[in-house]
């Protein structure tokens, strides 16, 4: 108990370190890799959301800059892969790691996260409402560590709250058609530690053969 009370108030202390000097010059607010830096973030949505799309958007901007990428998905279920090499990723470069219980895939995200080797690191929760403290806390040290963006997908509302405390940026998900073939992928940011909540941002994508 002793031990983790320790690793959290050096979590929080080194938190508001990062947090003041990103105030003092903030990235831009928008949904890139770059804009969101090393930190817990979580992207939720309902129904036929662009989450997939987006995240596939950051996949791409990592691995455009050389950094390793995972994507940690339910051992039932993932992505479709020709989607994702249609959004610009590298399936070669992307190890896709497939676990039942969303507590088996939040340790491998640990283990990931702590070898300081990865980007960004994506985890698919489902419908996972919170997370523990302590899986909060080591997945958001070893981000703030490594310079990781650890990155949680969620099924839900955007009235219902964030996985916990320790998730830096929040967002909710939408697609809007616009036009004949044609949706926006929008994402509206609900939490954000660094900027404050209320911006949003929008990538246009072509849809897939089965919704055009």
Same mark, same amino acid.
């Given at each position: 108990?002793?031990?983790?009370?320790? +690793?959290?108030?050096?979590?929080?202390?080194?938190?508001? !370190? @990062?947090?003041?000097?990103?105030?003092?010059?903030?990235?831009?607010?928008? @949904?890139?890799?770059?804009?969101? /830096?090393?930190? =817990?973030?979580?992207?939720? *949505?309902?129904?036929?959301?662009?989450?997939?799309?987006?995240?596939? *958007?950051?996949?791409?901007?990592?691995?455009?800059?050389?950094?390793?990428?995972?994507?940690?998905?339910?051992? &039932?279920?993932?992505?479709?892969?020709?989607?994702?090499?249609?959004? /610009?990723?590298?399936?070669?470069?992307?190890?896709?790691?497939?676990?039942?219980?969303?507590?088996? +895939?939040?340790?491998?995200? &640990?283990?990931?996260?702590?070898? *300081?080797?990865?980007? =960004?690191?994506?985890?698919?929760?489902?419908?996972?409402?919170?997370?523990?403290?302590?899986?909060? !806390?080591?997945?958001?040290?070893?981000?703030?560590?490594?310079? !990781?963006?650890?990155?949680?997908? !969620?099924?839900?509302?955007?009235?219902?709250?964030?996985?916990?405390?320790?998730?830096?940026?929040?967002?909710?998900?939408?697609?809007?058609?616009? /036009?004949?073939?044609?949706?926006?992928?929008?994402? +509206?940011?609900?939490?954000?530690?660094?900027?404050?909540?209320? @911006?949003?941002?929008?990538? @246009?994508?072509? /849809?897939?053969? *089965?919704?055009?």
């Amino acid at each position: 108990m002793a031990n983790a009370a320790i +690793r959290l108030d050096a979590l929080v202390s080194a938190s508001r !370190t @990062w947090v003041n000097r990103a105030l003092s010059a903030p990235a831009p607010a928008d @949904w890139t890799s770059a804009a969101l /830096g090393g930190c =817990l973030a979580e992207l939720s *949505g309902t129904g036929a959301s662009p989450s997939l799309t987006l995240a596939f *958007g950051l996949v791409r901007q990592v691995q455009q800059r050389g950094e390793p990428v995972a994507w940690i998905s339910p051992a &039932e279920s993932t992505f479709f892969p020709p989607d994702a090499a249609d959004g /610009g990723v590298d399936l070669a470069a992307l190890p896709v790691v497939r676990l039942a219980g969303v507590r088996r +895939r939040v340790r491998a995200a &640990e283990q990931l996260a702590r070898s *300081g080797a990865f980007g =960004l690191l994506i985890i698919d929760l489902g419908d996972c409402l919170d997370l523990p403290l302590g899986a909060q !806390t080591r997945l958001a040290e070893q981000a703030l560590a490594h310079g !990781t963006l650890v990155l949680c997908l !969620t099924a839900k509302t955007e009235r219902q709250p964030s996985l916990g405390s320790l998730v830096s940026v929040r967002g909710h998900t939408r697609r809007t058609r616009r /036009g004949e073939g044609r949706f926006a992928c929008q994402v +509206r940011v609900l939490k954000d530690k660094r900027r404050g909540p209320g @911006w949003s941002a929008e990538e @246009w994508c072509r /849809g897939p053969d *089965g919704v055009r």
